[in-house]
């Protein structure tokens, strides 16, 4: 596994130096802020979650704050507005942290601060002109640091939660199937012979959860039977490389792919090969190419072939992730106007899912953003365009080499790289080439202005 992971992180290297003219800064279509709201006492955060919803045909944009879970109409991204918002039961600067998930028409909102906080069931269908409360009530729910819903069961999954009603329980689980009136499934300490003290966060998909621990580390189980999960796969905190809080993660859309963050300063986000259950590899690691010590990143997403994250400091980060070995950054936008430091501040959460393909961000500082799709912000496409067009004969080689292809090669630039990511020698544009090589590994690329595509050359004399 370590080899694999070298062999990666080169390419990923030669790619992303390539590439670097393709990390484009996102287009801000508009913002929203307001200046009567006050910054929690912790982190002198006023914005939290954000989360989007389509109804109506309307587009529109969720954010949390310190007063509560506010509506915007995003549907003229450019001209964004306030329509409606639902005060929580506990307000002010002893809120950090809301969540929010949406199941058939109804926003479902946590609060994880506050004696009087609630879970709040909110009924969407009346808007843009108000939003209906169905539920309030912090009986089974006072407290939820996340909450995620598998729309496919009407599974609630609720994270480090408790109410007054109900103990303190690190993964409970809800029946939602009347949206209005959850019920409480089961509670988890231990899944398999993985015990764990807190769920920090969820990412659930028919029936199978990916659960990140904090300290603990991370599981994958499987709840088709909600009462008596399978515990799939684990990972205790010694178990992978740049280990701390383990924070959340995501899968990608073909499942074969889960990425996952350690919410601890210079930490990067871990890219995990899933499709050899039990075991998963290690492919990779990456970062937002910050130039401060205090990089983190919090929440991550995956739309299609593109991996978001709100990076704190680093505003929102985005990668092309078609090609899971060779990732590209392709996008940043810099929300927060904070000096980086010891501490946690900045962009807090991305939503990339709505129909339009608009991007929201919340900042913890700063407020909601608006940016444009991927799809105009990235205009040409990054990682490994050719990569099926062309190969290397004979491979492993002694001194000589072929390149098979059908492409023009006087229209790339074809450099041959070392295991450091050095180049040593730009090719003539021709299919046949002779080297006078140690064994080793090596990396001949090719590439255009938009294009880059990288193999490995093994010299074995």
Request: charged share 15%; aromatic share 12%; hydrophobic share 35%.
């Amino acid at each position: 596994m370590t080899r694999i992971k070298n062999i990666i992180t080169v390419i990923t290297i030669l790619s992303a130096a390539c590439m670097s003219a393709q990390v484009t800064q996102g287009t801000l279509l508009s913002t929203w802020s307001d200046s009567t709201l006050v910054g929690s006492n912790a982190f002198n955060n006023t914005y939290n979650e954000v989360w989007g919803v389509v109804v109506n045909n309307i587009e529109y944009a969720v954010l949390g704050t310190t007063f509560g879970t506010h509506f915007f109409d995003v549907s003229d991204p450019s001209d964004i507005t306030e329509v409606y918002r639902v005060a929580g039961k506990t307000q002010g600067g002893a809120i950090i942290h809301r969540d929010f998930h949406d199941y058939n028409g109804f926003l479902y909102g946590v609060a994880d601060e506050g004696a009087q906080s609630t879970l709040q069931v909110m009924d969407m269908s009346f808007l843009p002109d108000s939003v209906s409360i169905v539920y309030d009530s912090k009986e089974f729910i006072r407290r939820s640091h996340n909450i995620f819903i598998d729309s496919s069961s009407a599974i609630m999954y609720s994270c480090i939660s408790d109410g007054d009603n109900v103990s303190f329980s690190p993964l409970r689980l809800f029946d939602i199937s009347d949206p209005t009136q959850p019920v409480i499934i089961s509670d988890f300490r231990e899944i398999g012979n993985f015990r764990f003290t807190q769920v920090h966060d969820a990412y659930v998909k028919n029936d199978t959860a990916y659960l990140n621990c904090g300290p603990g580390g991370f599981i994958m189980a499987d709840f088709t039977d909600p009462v008596n999960p399978v515990n799939i796969v684990s990972l205790g905190s010694s178990d992978y490389p740049q280990s701390g809080y383990n924070h959340s993660g995501w899968l990608s859309e073909d499942g074969e792919t889960y990425f996952m963050a350690d919410e601890n300063h210079g930490r990067d986000i871990k890219v995990f090969d899933m499709t050899d259950l039990p075991d998963i590899k290690l492919l990779d690691t990456i970062d937002a190419s910050a130039s401060h010590n205090f990089s983190i990143p919090h929440n991550q997403v995956v739309a299609g072939n593109y991996l978001y994250s709100s990076y704190y400091y680093d505003g929102l980060q985005v990668w092309d992730i078609e090609d899971p070995e060779n990732i590209i950054r392709v996008m940043h936008y810099p929300t927060s106007t904070v000096t980086p430091r010891d501490n946690f501040e900045g962009s807090w959460g991305v939503y990339p899912f709505l129909p339009s393909g608009i991007i929201l961000v919340s900042d913890m500082q700063e407020g909601l953003f608006v940016l444009d799709g991927i799809a105009n912000s990235v205009a040409t496409k990054s990682i490994d365009t050719i990569k099926n067009d062309w190969t290397i004969t004979p491979n492993p080689i002694a001194d000589q080499f072929g390149i098979s292809t059908d492409l023009d090669l006087h229209k790339y630039q074809i450099s041959l790289f070392n295991e450091n990511g050095q180049i040593i020698k730009v090719l003539e544009p021709k299919t046949q080439h002779n080297v006078n090589l140690p064994s080793g590994v090596y990396y001949l690329n090719l590439s255009t202005e938009n294009i880059s595509s990288t193999k490995a050359l093994i010299i074995g004399k």
